[in-house]
């Protein structure tokens, strides 16, 4: 921690951090696209759900939990299980349709939907049991207080842009009409399958 004595300078690598993971298209992004048509808080809430499984997440790795998410098999059986949703979602996302100006077909909320992504993807698994805990570790170096500060600044950045995403798309629903909303929601759709496809590859090469 020697380059990191100031903490307003750690929170400030933090943010930056969060941003670039939180900027990176995924899941919970094409999601958040697909549900921000309908809803435009559908980030804040997509981002609540996600915090359910992260903020416990944080504490675990802070009193050292993650050994367990560096399992191969543990990340295997999660990939398999994420993946079998994923394509699922995905495959609802495709089909879904729009009836007077609402989505037809599309069950998951926001917020469920922010729950389930977030504990279905191994990588995200990976990146606290690697990533996350250095900065975990780094945060713990302050004291106890300095945690509370870490996660809200990192769930602040995902707030910010998966917000920011929900917003623009709600604002641009009389774009997205006709064909237009078909071709929106089918590349969200096949979005997640393909992420659903290399999941599921991906732990089944993990058994072998």
């Not at 077909?105 to 993807?121: D, E, I, K, Q």
Request: charged letters at 10%; a positive charge; hydrophobic letters at 55%.
């Amino acid at each position: 921690m020697d380059g990191l004595t100031d903490p307003a300078i750690f929170l400030g690598l933090v943010a930056f951090i969060s941003l670039s993971g939180a900027l990176m298209p995924g899941p919970i992004f094409a999601t958040t696209v697909a549900k921000g048509y309908q809803d435009r808080n559908a980030g804040l809430k997509i981002t609540a759900g996600h915090a359910v499984i992260e903020i416990p997440l944080i504490v675990a790795i802070f009193l050292g939990l993650e050994t367990v998410l560096q399992d191969q098999t543990v990340l295997a059986t999660i990939g398999l299980v994420g993946g079998a949703f994923l394509l699922y979602m995905g495959i609802s996302m495709v089909r879904v349709r729009i009836e007077d100006g609402q989505v037809q077909g599309s069950r998951l909320r926001p917020l469920t939907a922010g729950v389930v992504l977030t504990a279905a993807n191994p990588y995200f698994l990976l990146w606290w049991a690697t990533v996350g805990a250095s900065l975990i570790g780094l945060a713990a170096g302050y004291g106890l207080l300095m945690l509370p500060l870490f996660a809200a600044v990192h769930l602040a950045c995902d707030l910010g842009w998966l917000q920011f995403v929900s917003m623009s798309v709600n604002r641009s629903r009389r774009f997205f009409t006709g064909r237009r909303y078909r071709v929106l929601f089918t590349a969200c759709g096949l979005f997640l399958v393909v992420f659903a496809l290399y999941f599921i590859a991906s732990s089944f090469q993990s058994f072998l």
